[in-house]
């Protein structure tokens, strides 16, 4: 059967988005690996240009609450460039700065704005979004672990969610999630969600 098609928004709008470990396993239970996530999390999110309101990394799953911006204009590419940095490090940077001067340097310009198109194309996009986070630390999981097999349950869920009230009551259920399963008495305690991060912006 057919996909049923993600609905997503033409404009800006907020996402609540849940995924699950395969089988439900608790594979993110040490603390080092919740640490891992979250990295991987915010890096992901400043590649995209998605705003993180809110987040809660539990031992079998996930939930973000997230604001995809639609830009006004195309990311230029010393933005590009600099998102790279920040999601592969300053090295990835370097190399694919000179990179680019190379093809400047041969005449490839359409090879140029091609890769810088396709680069664009995973920015600013829910779905984009998730699937970086996803494979990253898939990647990096496979790789210190020596696993085999699929980590992740299916396709991520993810819901518009209005702002306001709305986004609000949203924003307390995803980090009120280690209350309800009874690892803290209050949020706030809860090392790996924005509970116990400044509120600031959030909404």
């Not at 988005?17 to 990295?39: A, M, Y």
Request: charged share 30%; glycine share 6%; with cysteine.
């Amino acid at each position: 059967m057919a996909r049923t098609a993600r609905i997503e928004s033409e404009t800006d709008a907020y996402y609540h988005i849940v995924s699950r470990c395969n089988n439900r396993s608790f594979l993110f239970s040490e603390g080092r690996l919740k640490d891992t996530l979250k990295d991987l999390l915010e890096r992901a999110a400043a590649f995209s240009g998605v705003e993180l309101r809110a987040f809660c990394l539990m031992d079998n799953h996930f939930h973000l609450v997230v604001k995809v911006v639609k830009p006004d204009a195309p990311v230029g590419a010393a933005e590009l460039l600099r998102r790279v940095g920040v999601l592969k490090g300053e090295k990835a940077m370097r190399d694919l700065s000179a990179h680019w001067d190379d093809l400047v340097a041969a005449g490839y310009d359409a090879t140029l704005r091609d890769e810088q198109e396709r680069l664009r194309a995973r920015m600013h996009d829910v779905s984009e979004f998730v699937k970086l986070f996803k494979e990253e630390f898939d990647r990096i999981y496979k790789r210190d672990r020596k696993y085999c097999g699929s980590i992740w349950s299916g396709r991520f869920k993810s819901t518009l969610v209005e702002g306001g009230r709305y986004l609000a009551t949203c924003i307390r259920y995803v980090e009120l999630n280690p209350v309800r399963a009874g690892m803290v008495s209050q949020a706030k305690n809860y090392s790996y969600s924005s509970a116990n991060e400044p509120k600031p912006n959030k909404i």
